[in-house]
């Protein structure tokens, strides 16, 4: 019996972690392109793991296959900082 109870609450926790880690994850960040200069400020959803480490790299390369350069990611949040975001980014608000 006390076996059962202690895979069963593993197996809790495995669903609940496994739960959380499905979470929509987006970054904002700050882009460039040359001749001419643009500067952009954008909000994207991320695919990879929800960390400003993992997001450069992600971001970088999809905003490279679109002629931009990636300056800076500002931060990584979930979907509760969207909203405060959405105006400033305005075009570029989950374009990538």
Do not use: T
């Amino acid at each position: 019996m006390k076996r059962f109870l202690i895979s069963a609450l593993a197996a809790l926790v495995l669903a609940a972690s496994a739960g959380a880690g499905n979470a929509a994850c987006y970054a904002d960040y700050k882009a460039k392109r040359d001749n001419p200069l643009k500067l952009h400020y954008g909000v994207m959803q991320l695919n990879g793991a929800c960390d400003k480490g993992a997001a450069r790299g992600e971001i970088a390369q999809r905003l490279k296959a679109n002629g931009w350069v990636l300056l800076n990611v500002l931060s990584v949040f979930d979907e509760s900082g969207l909203n405060s975001r959405k105006g400033s980014a305005g075009g570029y608000f989950l374009r990538f």
